[in-house]
């Protein structure tokens, strides 16, 4: 917290001519400490660049955040590598926030679970987000065990569908064979993209990928 106060009065000095700020590897990095940083960004900043990766963020700090997000016209937020515990209350917290300038997301390797991913999609999917062309979600769709099934693919597809990205990272997310043809649909569906990105995709086969390049 005293780091929190520290940094807090050394950014009022400077906010106004910042454009991009990130904090990586803050361990206490929780939602009272949050507010502090993010309290000055609000009043005194044209910020439009936050990174926020491999922090502790859990819902105390995603409410913060979302709160955040809803003042700033942020274009790019980044939470990559987050390693805290947060529910689908505060996936949900950090998502309402997020600003209608906003152009490039990353969850990246952030375990936002299969309720967080649906939500996701269907928020990028909104007309409010028509800004969003960058959505990274490697190795985002888990929660240890717990993977999308083929009817959550289907729906996640479906919402993503209506989306005007240029670029998607979506690799190690465990896709299935079977959830290659609502892949397929959706990527085709989406005009504006550019750029497909699906690393690590170990669990699709080679009738998988058959199936993939053949649609």
């Given at each position: 917290a005293?780091?929190?106060q520290i940094l807090a009065c050394a950014l009022s000095q400077c906010a106004g001519s910042l454009r991009s700020f990130g904090?990586?590897?803050?361990e206490n990095l929780t939602g009272r400490s949050m507010e502090k940083i993010v309290n000055v960004l609000k009043v005194k900043s044209n910020i439009k660049k936050l990174s926020l990766d491999e922090n502790d963020i859990n819902d105390e700090a995603a409410a913060v955040l979302g709160d955040a997000s809803a003042t700033l016209s942020l274009k790019s937020l980044s939470l990559r590598g987050n390693y805290g515990s947060?529910?689908?209350?505060?996936?949900?917290a950090i998502l309402h926030g997020l600003s209608s300038t906003l152009q490039s997301l990353s969850f990246s390797h952030f375990p936002i679970g299969v309720e967080g991913g649906l939500f996701l999609a269907e928020v990028v999917s909104n007309n409010f987000a028509s800004m969003l062309k960058e959505l990274d979600i490697t190795c985002?769709?888990?929660?240890?065990?717990?993977?999308?099934?083929r009817e959550g693919w289907d729906m996640f597809f479906d919402l993503l569908s209506n989306s005007s990205l240029h670029k998607l990272r979506l690799g190690g997310n465990?896709?299935?064979d079977d959830a290659i043809p609502s892949m397929v649909e959706c990527l085709n569906s989406m005009t504006s993209l550019t750029t497909v990105d699906l690393w690590y995709c170990f669990n699709v086969t080679d009738s998988g990928w058959a199936n993939f390049f053949r649609q």
């Open positions: 005293k780091t929190a904090l990586k590897r803050c947060i529910s689908p209350a505060g996936m949900e985002a769709l888990h929660s240890g065990n717990i993977v999308l099934s465990n896709i299935p």
